[in-house]
């Protein structure tokens, strides 16, 4: 598995905006078919938020679309993801995951994800 470590969450106001970051220990770009971001919040089912496919094709949750942008420096090997006009119900732990192309992929396929960044919105 490639390790993951994500960064950039924190508090804030309703209509602010945060960037998070993924570090993956290894290539991203081709070693991995695509890179996720997913949030889950408490009491709340998993949400894939934004996906980069290795060829750069990019998918939003349509709860997202507009707002939040998904990028990636594969010289460095770091996923961004950058939130815009936050609001309450983006408050999440928000991770990055390798490998999970969702909405096609299951459940089942999760299985390289980092350790979180909390993101509240109030």
């Known amino acids: 598995h490639v390790q993951l470590v994500e960064s950039g969450g924190g508090s804030v106001e309703v209509g602010g905006s945060l960037t998070l970051s993924c570090e993956a220990s290894?290539?991203?770009?081709?070693?991995?078919?695509?890179m996720a971001w997913f949030r889950q919040a408490p009491g709340k089912e998993r949400e894939g938020v934004a996906l980069?496919?290795?060829?750069?094709?990019?998918t939003y949750a349509d709860s997202v679309k507009g707002r939040f942008a998904i990028s990636r420096d594969t010289s460095n090997n770091i996923v961004y993801l950058q939130m815009d006009n936050l609001r309450p119900e983006d408050s999440a732990m928000y991770y990055c995951a390798a490998d999970w192309c969702w909405p096609d992929a299951s459940a089942a396929d999760l299985t390289n994800w980092g350790q979180g960044t909390q993101v509240t919105v109030s």
């Open positions: 290894e290539d991203i770009d081709n070693k991995r078919d695509c």
């Open positions: 980069i496919h290795n060829d750069g094709t990019l």
